[in-house]
Structure formats: structure tokens, C-alpha cells
């Protein structure tokens, strides 16, 4: 599953070894960005073997916030059937907010692997 990043949404690539998410997420409706980023999940990730998240998100409303909770559960459902599952979350070095939503997400997984990522922010040049 490829779906493109939109003004609220972020860049989504899910492959049955990796999933990206990157960017900004409020969707005007939840739901309807989630479940078929939910599905594509449930049919990519496989049962065995490993499985690598990169998410770098810039800003989530609390409804997004439902949603990487669901996202989580099921990488730690996967983690707990013998998946090894390492979660990459990236942050702008100057975002404290996205380092302590990581480290929230972080302290509710028991057996992913979720590693925080400090991310040099992009410059114009």
C-alpha cells in the first residue's frame, strides 16, 4: 500500500517487511484514513520474521492519537506471536513534543522493540 501525503495526512508505504509513515496527521475523518491503513497492515505483516516501522510524524490531533494506539497494539499483538518488531520513531531534534509523545508510546510496549530517533530538521538551503 502507497498512499501520498495530503495537507492532513502523512506519506504512507506499507510492504510486508516495513511501514513509513511520515509526516502530518489529522484527517477531517479518522476512520476513513485508518482502516485501510489498518487492513493493509493486517494483510502485509507477516507471521513471522521481522517487521520495521519508521514513523516520523510532525504534529497528531488526539484523534490520531486513537489511532497510532490501535497501530501499536497491533505491532505488539504481532510482537507477541513471534514477529520481531522494531518501531523507528523519528523526531526533529528541536520537537520536544514528538520526543515525549515517542517516549509515551514507548513506556505502553512491552515487546516491540521501539527505539527513539532524533532527526537532524531540514534546512533550505
Known sequence: MEQAATQRTPR???TSAACSI???CYPENIQ????????ALRESVPDSG???VDMELFYFNSS???FLFDFFEFSEEKAANG???KVNWNYREDDDTMLEAGEDFAEDLETCQFELVQVAVP???
Do not use: L, Q
Open 123 to 125: 534546512t533550505n538551503d
Open 22 to 24: 511520515v509526516g502530518e
Open 64 to 66: 490520531s492519537a486513537k
Open 50 to 52: 521481522s517487521y520495521t
Open 83 to 85: 514477529v520481531t518488531v
Open 32 to 39: 476513513e484514513f485508518s482502516a485501510p491503513v489498518m487492513s
Open 12 to 14: 504512507i508505504e506499507i
